[in-house]
């Protein structure tokens, strides 16, 4: 899977949000907002074709967790920009 490259990272009044770069006309009720974990996993993803066991590795590296509660969490990030479609 990956990141669709249509989609970017800003930061906006102090806040990470998603956006979509090609839409014109942006719908503001539907803005996806990142914690740093989230953040930290976007960019580590963004321009790669990546699975869930490689967002688990990278936050294993990152934060010191144990694979268990990486791979958690990694799923549900995963699930969660797959909802959205940020992730194809």
């Known amino acids: 899977m990956k990141i669709d ?3 970017k990272l ?10 979509n770069q090609g ?29 869930v066991e490689d967002a688990a590795h990278a936050l294993v590296e990152e934060y010191g967790i144990d694979n268990d509660l990486a791979m958690k969490d990694a799923g549900k990030w995963v699930e969660s920009l797959k909802n959205c ?3 194809l």
């Open 23 to 51: 839409k014109v006309g942006t719908d503001l009720t539907r803005i996806i907002s990142l914690n740093s974990s989230a953040r930290f996993l976007y960019n580590a993803m963004e321009a790669r074709e990546f699975e």
């Open 10 to 19: 800003r930061e906006i009044a102090g806040e990470c949000i998603i956006v």
């Open 5 to 7: 490259p249509k989609y």
């Open 85 to 87: 479609g940020v992730i």
